[in-house]
């Protein structure tokens, strides 16, 4: 499992978590850690989407 995956499966968790609880400030606290997770998620993908430009050759390494 890579860095993305596991952040997805985080997000997906912390989800899961949120609609099984029944007391508000927890399920707050596990929406707010899947915002964060996902957050990590995309910019992981936007990261690997630029090294691999990058490494392509198709943005110039600054």
Do not use: Y
């Not at 993305?4 to 606290?29: M, Y």
């Not at 596990?30 to 392509?56: F, G, K, Q, T």
């Amino acid at each position: 499992m890579n860095h993305i995956e596991h952040c997805k499966a985080q997000a997906e968790k912390a989800r899961t978590d949120a609609q099984s609880t029944s007391l508000d400030n927890v399920r707050d606290r596990c929406l707010r850690s899947m915002a964060v997770w996902l957050d990590m998620a995309d910019r992981a993908e936007r990261i690997a989407e630029e090294r691999a430009h990058r490494e392509a050759g198709k943005v110039p390494f600054m």
